[in-house]
Structures are given as C-alpha cells and as structure tokens.
C-alpha cells in the first residue's frame, strides 16, 4: 500500500501515478451522471430536475469535502517522503478523527436545511417534494460519502493512486446496478436515485476497509494516533482550508455564469449546460495534474528533494498543456457536432449554434486551467495552499464573473466572447501562479519542509 516515489525517473512517475487518477475522475463522472440517464428513462422531468438539482448540491458538497482531504494527502506524503512512519500514522489517525467529526456535524446540521436549500436553489415546484426527499437521503449519507474520499486521499498520500480508482469503479457499478432495482424495479424516483448514491458509496467504503485489512504493512495506526494532536491537525488544515474554499468559489462561479446565460433565454441556457458538460470531461486531465502534483510533490518535499518536486510540476504542465491544446484545436473544427450529441439537431438548431461559439473560446481554459491546476498542486506540496487559494479568487471575482457578465451584455447575438472571457480568467490565474513561483523559490520556501523539521 505504501509507496516511496522520490526516486527514478520523473516522467515515468508522473504518468503512472496520474493514469489510475484519470481513470477515477472518469468514473465519478460516469457515476454521477448514471442517475440522471437512468430516471430520465423511468420517471418525468419533475423526477429528472429534482435529482439535477439536488445532485449538484451534494456535487459542490463533495468537491469541498474531497479539498479539504487534500490536506491529508499532503501531510501523509511529507511524512512517507521523509521516511517517518510514526508520523504518517499520526496524520492518518488524526485525519480520521477528524472528517469522522466533521461528517457528524455536517450530516445534523445539513438535515436541519434540507427545505432552505430547496428554495435557494430556485427549485420548481413540481420538483421541490423530490428534490428534498433526494437530499434528505444524501444528507444522511454523508460520514459514508466522507468516509470514502478520505480512504482515498490516504491512499494516494502513501503512493498509491490505483486503489481509489478500484473503490470508485465498485461504487460506479453498484450505483448502476441499484439505480435500476430502486427506480425501474421499484418505482422510487429521486429517493431511490439517493438511495442508490447513498449504499454505493457504503459498499465502496466497506470495500476499502476490507483492503486495509488484507494489507497490514508499511505504515501501522495506533489507538493514540487517533487523539486530536494540535501539530499535525494544523497542517492538515492548514492547507485543506484553502483549498476547499477555492473549490467552493470556483463551483459558485461556474453558478453564477449558469445565471447569467439563464438571463439570455432558453437556448443560450441550454447551450451554456451542455457546454459545461462537455468541459466538465476535459478538465479530467487538468485535475489529475494537480492531484498527482500535489501527491508526488509532497513526498519530494517530505524527502528534502524541491528540485524533484520542481521537476515533477514542470513535466504536469508540458502534459496538461500538450493535451489542452490538442483539445482546442479539436474544438476549433467539431464543436457543433459535438454540442450537437447533446441535443436534438430538428428542434436545438439554435442551441448547436451558440453551444459551438461558446465551447470555441472556453476550450482554450483546457490549456491555461492545465497550468494554474499544476502550480496549485505544487504549492498544496509545498504546504502553500494559499497561493492556490489566491489566485482562484483573484481570477474569478476580477475576471471570470465580471467578464462573463459584461460580454453577455456586449455581445447578446454570440456566445464566443463569453467563452473567451472564462478562458482569460484562467489565464490570469497562470500569470499569478508563475509570479507566486518565483517568489518561492527565491525565498526558497518549501513550508512543508519547514513544518516537517518543526515537528
């Protein structure tokens, strides 16, 4: 279960550990789409807005959820990095006792907001009923959900990249497979979309647990490691924190753009959804980058080895950016045929058109998203989750928002400057990362180097 990946060559590393991160972020995707096809073949549009709705809820929860875990992903690989496996046991024991009491809180406190939450969302009334019942079951389920990105992030903080892909690739099967028992055999609706979500994610984490069981090597858990210890709670915080609140920012944005395209009539809304979609499964690449940067540089860090880690967030960049620009150039010539699978070409003429100018500019985001998700990797490494923090927000409330809104406005009769408009705001991202990058290694400052020898 533990590996040491300081040594051999960067390049082979970076695209072994990244692959299986690939394949997982594939499947989750997969795995939250199932229960939207698969209700929309059972049940009306009431049935198929109550779960789009209440599954994007519970996909800005778990994208919070899973950056606050990279705090641990962190801690453990400076630790096995520097060869200290009590302290990786520590960071494992006290990353348990803490999602295990933030999973609580969140399960008691979100099932007190069920119906607030309905309304903030602007829910339709027909889907309102549905909608609550769906959330009201993932609520419930949320220590599993937790449970179960945090197996992961502990994982891969010790090497290992392929084992959370196996717990997602069961828990995609189950999910398909209870989808189709709750909503065709059964009739649930949206309960048995959240019934289905809720055990699958359960038989994930049992699975997981079976593993750990059958693998009692490398790194050992005590029963003391699980005593809160102020130290190694920091650090696991310290740069979680950070990053789950960018991601929170980042999923309100991408709100607020869906906003302002409902703002310009139904078919620039449609084309708008289906364009997300679609970059939703480009920026597969991207975030593996910076999972694998954030892991992989970690345990460089950990080990003392900053031009390792240096190397490794250089060759995530020539990767990521390779396969931006492959995708743009793509885009540049298919992007109507490809909006047009969503849709149907006799009644969504309209929606093809603008969905094609929208996703010509914002598939260049593929490209500058690359980078800035690379350099946020690599500061998570440092312990410098931040800067990572910093950038974001400074290209959304500077740039991404404003200028969606202003080129909505501008432009009404295309999409394309809006695209472009969300591809500048990665863009300013990059030029924020690369400053933040030369002043870290001018003041040569790794933190998590330093938080290593302060313990």
């Given at each position: 279960m533990q590996q040491n990946?300081?040594?051999?060559?960067?390049?082979?590393?970076?695209?072994?550990?990244?692959l299986p991160y690939l394949l997982s972020y594939f499947l989750q995707t997969l795995y939250g789409m199932a229960d939207l096809f698969i209700i929309g073949q059972f049940e009306g549009v009431a049935s198929t807005t109550a779960v789009s709705v209440g599954s994007q809820v519970m996909h800005m929860l778990t994208v919070m959820i899973v950056g606050l875990a990279m705090g641990s992903t962190v801690s453990i690989g400076q630790a096995v990095g520097a060869g200290d496996a009590r302290r990786a046991g520590r960071s494992i024991g006290n990353t348990a006792t803490l999602f295990l009491?933030?999973?609580?809180?969140?399960?008691?406190?979100?099932?007190?907001?069920?119906?607030?939450?309905?309304?903030?969302?602007?829910?339709?009334?027909?889907?309102?009923?549905?909608?609550?019942?769906?959330?009201?079951?993932?609520?419930?389920?949320?220590?599993?959900?937790?449970a179960y990105n945090i197996i992961s992030s502990i994982f891969r903080g010790l090497?290992?990249?392929?084992?959370?892909?196996?717990?997602?690739?069961?828990?995609?099967?189950?999910?398909?497979?209870?989808?189709?028992?709750?909503?065709?055999?059964?009739?649930?609706?949206?309960?048995?979309?959240?019934?289905?979500?809720?055990?699958?994610?359960?038989?994930?984490?049992?699975t997981a647990l079976?593993?750990?069981?059958?693998?009692?090597?490398?790194?050992?858990?005590?029963?003391?490691?699980?005593?809160?210890?102020?130290?190694?709670?920091?650090?696991?915080?310290?740069?979680?924190?950070?990053?789950?609140?960018?991601?929170?920012?980042?999923?309100?944005?991408?709100?607020?753009?869906?906003?302002?395209a409902n703002g310009r009539g139904l078919s620039d809304a449609a084309a708008v959804g289906i364009v997300e979609k679609i970059i939703s499964f480009l920026f597969l690449m991207p975030s593996s980058m910076l999972s694998a940067v954030s892991a992989l540089g970690a345990q460089s860090v950990g080990a003392g080895k900053a031009d390792r880690a240096r190397q490794i967030l250089r060759c995530a960049i020539c990767i990521a950016v390779g396969f931006g620009l492959c995708a743009a150039a793509v885009m540049q010539v298919f992007a109507e045929p490809v909006v047009g699978l969503f849709t149907d070409p006799r009644d969504g003429a309209a929606v093809i058109r603008l969905g094609g100018q929208y996703l010509r500019g914002y598939v260049w985001d593929c490209v500058f998203?690359?980078?800035?998700?690379?350099?946020?990797?690599?500061?998570?490494?440092?312990?410098?989750?931040?800067?990572?923090?910093?950038?974001?927000?400074?290209?959304?409330?500077?740039?991404?928002?404003?200028?969606?809104?202003l080129t909505s406005a501008l432009f009404p009769d295309t999409l394309l400057p809006m695209g472009l408009a969300t591809a500048t705001g990665s863009l300013v991202s990059v030029l924020v990362c690369v400053a933040a990058y030369q002043l870290v290694c001018r003041r040569g400052g790794h933190g998590g180097t330093k938080a290593l020898s302060d313990r």
């Open positions: 990946l300081t040594t051999g060559s960067v390049w082979k590393t970076v695209v072994r550990f990244s009491g933030l999973s609580l809180v969140l399960t008691a406190l979100l099932l007190l907001l069920v119906d607030p939450i309905v309304a903030l969302m602007s829910t339709p009334e027909a889907a309102a009923e549905g909608t609550a019942d769906y959330l009201t079951i993932c609520f419930l389920g949320i220590p599993f959900i937790t090497g290992d990249s392929r084992s959370p892909m196996y717990f997602i690739a069961v828990a995609c099967a189950a999910n398909i497979g209870l989808d189709y028992l709750f909503m065709g055999g059964l009739g649930l609706g949206p309960s048995g979309a959240a019934l289905g979500t809720t055990l699958s994610q359960t038989v994930s984490v049992v079976a593993v750990i069981a059958r693998r009692k090597r490398g790194i050992s858990v005590r029963q003391s490691d699980f005593k809160p210890a102020r130290p190694v709670m920091k650090q696991i915080l310290s740069v979680g924190v950070p990053v789950a609140l960018q991601d929170g920012f980042i999923q309100i944005s991408f709100l607020l753009i869906t906003v302002i998203a690359g980078v800035h998700f690379s350099f946020s990797g690599y500061f998570c490494a440092c312990g410098r989750s931040s800067l990572s923090f910093l950038h974001n927000v400074i290209a959304i409330v500077l740039v991404r928002v404003p200028g969606a809104y």
